[in-house]
């Protein structure tokens, strides 16, 4: 440096060590900062340049953008424990960051800061002149901008709009913001230096200093002291020791060089820490000579502690859950208007969402899970689901999946999958699953709204159908043969329709929805929620009523929740609070509860449930615990697919066991040592046991009399075949109704031993169909 700007800087510096600084004082400083602005940023040949007519009145001035705004925070994922407590699922962000108060951080980080970075940070007005002076005079003699005289107050103009840069809509909105806040150049250091004087005018030191401290980065993703000292040392910001302050401070100017989560680093990392930080703090006497040789000779050990990170590290297998709740967040205007903003919005918001998982009932979904279904099998590409829905509420309770959750798509390891089954494509979900006889509640429903009774004659016999008799007003004319198999016997007779429902006959259903609108049993479905998962409108051919429409889990338990709770729908909901980082609550997305169906017809439809479940194909799932129920089964054709949906008052819960691809019959194998076509009765079974156990349950209402009995005449029900067929003959009065089921609980069928070979309970046999009628026949039950 020229020997007479040396003499130049030495003078400003003993002004500044020597002066009592009065009032007056730092207002003249910013005065003399504001002109060494220019001598700082400019080489010899641009002294006079444009910056230089600069006045102290634009120092004066802090436009909005760079006033301290909240800062970029993790967002974090909270199950419900039966209790009321809360425990946490999962932690998102892109910056690992915890504001934390004056108070909440040890005064060996501020001292360490301070003596390190800035040691006279307490004298200057946000531009230390002398500093300044020295880094302009290296700049002038080397002609660029290679010395920067950094205060703390800077550095946190540098960082907030590093922090800007990082929320804004678009990649090259960012990209472009943060190459204008770090690259060195003039406008960038004088804009920086006039903001920070500016700061400096309006902000007090703490306040700055606080700030700087928790927007600072650590390394990697981590932000903020107190991330820095959970990360590294797994205590808060307030108990760091001496040795521990001072290793975290020595990595604020080269973060992901000095960070000490990379064994690599470490001995640079103690270098800085002993020679620099120590040394700083023991000659500004912030510690005594004693404090720094003891810290001095502690050897730098971290102990990482990992955040909860992601949904991979939900606990009890809520990890489809936690997924399922970042869709919410993407998909729902709460957060953004679209969904990118909505999900850059969550990482950095600093949220607490409050979920309706409940963590007893999770817990007993996931063990039960692992018990019967494995992740994987060399047989076929199995798949399973289980969803708890609490009837009237449309809160999600449980949600569990035979794989394991992985987000990242390069993994492709059998049993592996971030595909959620229990949900739609559009929520992180598959395209759904045919639903076979689980859908046959619905038809039911518009039977009961057409005026008709659980009493009515209907005819079970297999028969090929003329689909041109079919009434479709929304789907359009069909045409052709339609042939839906029965399982079991092809040609039962006459029955009740409690009894066609109880053991899942085909064709008498088809009987039935030959006498309706086939739109307006898609209309009964749709009320209460049900639609495609892939997005596609419900199909509306004969086919249709025997569940060939793919359908996700959780769809299938919030409607069946919405008969069980008397006819009143609720859309499935995952949250049940969002805190924002103020402590300020948001509403979160509703379950927009609409009476889907009348309370006489949800009573009498959940009445006739209760026949699979006493004595029809689901007597295998029942829990005989005391509690009434209410369900049906379902089976595709092949038995490519088995379900069991059903209810208490309390819980509603959808399992489904199947292909995720391919066509191989649940019967031909095992999982678990169980007969893949029972197991959807055990997993229910289990379930439901362990949702009595927690949240009991009661009798549902009665049902209206007068749609349980009604004329066995004037209802009768037989096919119209087609001209090649012979007709079935017409049902007399004499055929007996099979008996009305009752709330009272009949022993139930004892569920088999594990075996390769024990026929599936209630399960049907794959039965099927084939014609025309929109889509193949499913089997029943």
Known sequence: MPERPQRLVAAFQRTVDGTTRPAGLILLLSVIAALLVTVLAVPAMAVTGVYASRSVDVLNTLPDYIRPTTLAQKSEIYGTNTDGTTTLLATVFDQ??????????????????????????????????????RAAVGNVASGGVSSGASTITMQYVRNILVQQATQLPTQAERDAAYAAATTESLDRKLTEMRLAIALEKQYSKEDILLGYLNIANFGGSVYGIEAAANYYYGVSAANLTLAQAATLAATVNAPNALRIDQAENIPDNEARRNEDVLASMLKQKAITQAQYDEAAATPVTPNITQPTTGCQAAALGATYFCDYVTWIVKNDSTFGDTADARWSNFKQGGYKLYTTLNMQLQANADSTMKQYVPASSEELDLGSSIVTVEPGTGRILSMAQNTTFNEDSTVTSPGVTAVNYSTD?????????QVGSTYKVFTLAEWLMQGHTLSDRVSGNAVTWDTSTFTNTCGGASSGPYSPANDGSQRPGTMSVQSALTNSVNNAFVAMAQ???????????????????DGAPLETYPAAILGTNEIAPVTMAAAFAGIAANGLYCSPIAIDKIVDPTGAEITPPSANCQQALQPNIAATVAYAMLGPIQSGTA???????????????????????????????????AVWVGNVTGNVSLSDITSNGYTGSTVRHRIWRSVMTGNDDVLGGGDFPDPDRTLVNGSTLNNQSTPTPTPTDTPTPTPTATDAPAPVPTQTTDPVVPVPTPTSTAPAAGAGAGGGGSGTGGGSGTASG
């Open 515 to 533: 006498k309706m609108d086939l739109c307006a049993i898609r209309d009964v479905a749709t009320s209460l929620g049900v639609h495609r998962a």
């Open 425 to 433: 494509i559009d929520y992180g979900g598959s395209s759904g699953f």
């Open 619 to 653: 007597t295998a799932s029942d829990p005989d615990d005391g509690i009434t129920h209410i369900g049906k089964t379902g089976t595709t054709d092949n038995e490519q697919a088995t379900w069991m949906v059903g209810s208490s008052t309390k819980a509603t819960t």
């Open 96 to 133: 690992n960051r915890q504001d934390v108060g004056w108070d909440q951080i040890s005064q060996y980080v501020k001292d360490a800061v301070v003596s390190t970075e800035d040691p006279r940070f307490y004298e200057h007005a946000g531009v230390d002149i002398a500093s300044s002076l």
